[in-house]
T-cell receptor, first 115, second 110 residues
Framework: DVKVTQSSRYLVKRTGEKVFLECVQD?????MFWYRQDPGLGLRLIYF???????EKGDIPEGYSVSREKKERFSLILESASTNQTSMYLC??????????????FGSGTQLSVL | DAKTTQPTSMDCAEGRAANLPCNHS???????VYWYRQIHSQGPQYIIH???NNETNEMASLIITEDRKSSTLILPHATLRDTAVYYC???????????FGTGTRLKVLA
């Protein structure tokens, strides 16, 4: 089975800190995604990457950046954390190509609290 | 991108079929319908997807109307472990936009 591993299940940070959320997948997937999930708003796409060093903005990229130096690892960076970035962050991956292969595999999520 | 509309919540008796509807009236000809579910405190899990034909796998069945403007996910014999939020989304092969929305909260009752 595909495994998508997020480095932390829970994280507490202070306002203004630089925060790194790490995600690793073990199935050689080309595509990786970062979503945030807030009550009443569902999952919203922050950034995605379709190849090493390639990235595209999602629907809510403001305040975030990403890094993909290796195919298996996709990092989400909060340059200066703010309280409105308190959320559940979900990483996902998928294989490129036909729709048959494009189902998303998610990690368990990181609940980030910014105080 | 096509958007989907789902009821906010539904209840289903254990052992009965759970039928979860989804409207996607603006779906394009090359957009697939995907279903995922999210059990509390976990990441979403893929269930099934289809283009225009009905599909069945070990987890569920997907019925897509002939005009493709709506679909129904069927869990044939719901168990308590099927209690989750179910998301219906549409995506175009080769793009990366998966718009999840808020889903349907299904509660399976003993």
């Amino acid at each position: 089975d595909v495994k998508v591993t997020q480095s932390s299940r829970y994280l507490v940070k202070r306002t203004g800190e630089k925060v790194f959320l790490e995600c690793v997948q073990d199935m050689d997937h080309e595509n990786m995604f970062w979503y945030r999930q807030d009550p009443g708003l569902g999952l919203r796409l922050i950034y995605f990457s379709y190849d090493v060093k390639m990235k595209e903005k999602g629907d809510i990229p403001e305040g975030y950046s990403v890094s993909r130096e290796k195919k298996e690892r996709f990092s989400l960076i909060l340059e200066s954390a703010s309280t409105n970035q308190t959320s559940m962050y979900l990483c996902a991956s998928s294989s490129a190509g036909t729709a048959l292969n494009e189902k998303l595999f998610f990690g368990s999520g990181t609940q980030l609290s910014v105080l | 991108d096509a958007k989907t509309t789902q009821p906010t919540s539904m209840d289903c008796a254990e052992g009965r079929a759970a039928n979860l509807p989804c409207n996607h009236s603006t779906i394009s000809g090359n957009e697939y319908v995907y279903w995922y579910r999210q059990i509390h405190s976990q990441g979403p899990q893929y269930i099934i997807h289809g283009l225009k034909n009905n599909e069945t796998n070990e987890m569920a069945s997907l019925i897509i109307t002939e005009d493709r403007k709506s679909s129904t996910l069927i869990l044939p014999h719901a168990t308590l472990r099927d209690t989750a939020v179910y998301y219906c989304i549409v995506s175009t092969s080769g793009t990366y936009k998966y718009i999840f929305g808020t889903g349907t909260r299904l509660k399976v009752l003993a």
